[in-house]
């Protein structure tokens, strides 16, 4: 008899192999199987996905699990290039819990919603026993219109130089320093934001876009590591050109974290065409969120679906993808 | 400060209110204002629909989590005469939760959509540290094509006969068995079953649909006041038409239940043009799970936005949206 562990829900190597042995093994088809942020469906006219949201706390600095729920839904959307458009709102609610907060965190939604001009059409309430949950979890599922059609995982090329949208690693970061009652005078806040925005300025400047990817649980090293998995191909990525906030490097030095690991639900990796590589970052920049834009790192064909990481100092490792207990409960 | 209780998540009075209060307030639209059971997006092709399952326990007379996450989604489609096509699965499993029941709840899955012709298309696995969640909940959400235009809740005139598929609620009297440990030698049965084939045959068969919705929580009395309401009719139903089963009847007698509050699964109650009941009630015998199909009332004008129950003996009384605490993880 074997049993779920919470390194099952970790978005690196346990969490993949859950999903693949279960899932995949029975719902086998050929959408699920290209394994992209989001399903294409209806001759390619859509995109369709679904995240649940069980984060703790429920408030933290930077958004709330209200928030959460709709950007992580509609960022997943907006990486196959999808503008979002419907989206359900399912919640399971403990028995006690107070109709202020719900009340708050539905505010929360309906303002990012606002900001992707998308609409909740349908949705369910359960409340169970104290007990049964722990407050409050929310199922969000949408539908985005696709604008840019081919965006995917699987088709990354040595043509192709590796981006990401800001610093890497506030949202993880927050959540650990909230959990552990960390001093909050800080100024380090989730990263967490809707992203078409600048998802639909990229296309709008004509970029060629190959792939996108939100860096979520797993964070930076999960992404390149399916990405090179994916399109089978290596990528190498400068260590030094990789952004990451001071407040984050303080809390991976204290608590030997590695930011590349740490979840985000603001930030996205690109893979963009070599010669748009760089007006994709001029067009990144123009958002406040994103100055910290930047290129880090390119495609080759050194090593079989590899990643690997340069550092200053001319030493080469391999970047592997996360393994055993991350952060329970960090989306 | 006022608290969630078990009360707003009984599909009943209480559950209505806090839907309406909080989430239609802040999520305000069109589609949704119209409280069907899936939202009918893009030019009226598709319906899409959202579902979280947290039944207690997971594994019942008739079915298990599994199969239900699959009906419950599917129906809710099928019921705006789509056929489903994509599902979304998104799981929250609790730390230490068996792998082999797992594969037993993602098996009947799999069996499930096989019937509906579906596709899972996009998941989410979330674990959880223990205590956070009570096993496992599932959330599916589903994209039909609607195959019938026009089926709608608020559309019911005078012109519709009131009609139910089978006979009422087996599901919740299963729950309750199980729940309560009763002697399971009897033949009671959860109905939980994927409605889109009987939908189909009606459509082929060409008789007028008005309206469908298939009776879950707060069963046939939420289901009958619901359409009233949103269509602003009385309907009359005949309780010695209502079909309810020896063993449901059994439990209702025992516990103080009235049938027509149990939640159901698998079964739904109809409104379609008075020409064509009786040819639905003959196209729907042909299933086997639906020989106690009838035709239990009619659409007045006798009393405003109320249903109205004729018993046997001559008597009149009003059937009310279920109130209070009914069965909390019912479905």
Known sequence: MTNITLAHGNGGVENNELITNIFYSAFKNEILE??????????????????????????????????????????????????PKYLTCSVIIEEGF??????????????????????????????????SVDKIFINTTGVGEIQYKGISSNNITTDDMILVSRDIGAHGATIFAAREGMDMSTTLKSDCNSLYPQVKALIDSGVKITALRDATRGGLSAVLNEWAKQSN???????????????????????????????????????????????????????????????????????EQKVVLNSAWGTKRFLETPTGELLPRIC
Chains 1, 2 share one sequence.
């Open 34 to 83: 290209k394994s992209e942020d989001a399903a294409v469906i209806e001759n390619g006219n859509l995109a369709f996905s679904t995240d649940s949201f069980t984060v703790s706390p429920l408030f933290f600095n930077g958004a709330d699990i209200g928030k959460l729920a709709v950007c992580g839904t509609c960022n997943d959307l907006a990486m196959m290039g999808a503008k």
């Open 98 to 131: 107070e109709v202020e907060q719900l009340e708050k965190i539905v505010a929360s939604m309906k303002e990012e919603l606002a900001k992707n001009e998308a609409i909740v059409v349908s949705g369910d309430t359960k409340v169970v026993p104290k007990g």
């Open 233 to 303: 191909v290596c990528i190498e990525v400068e260590e030094d050109k990789i952004p990451v906030s001071d407040e984050v490097k303080g809390i991976c030095e204290m608590l030997g974290f590695e930011a590349s690991n740490l979840a985000n639900e603001g930030t996205f990796v690109l893979a963009i065409a070599k010669d748009d590589a760089q007006k994709a970052i001029d067009v990144l920049k123009k958002f406040p969120e994103a100055t910290n834009a930047a290129i880090i790192g390119k495609v080759t064909d050194q090593y």
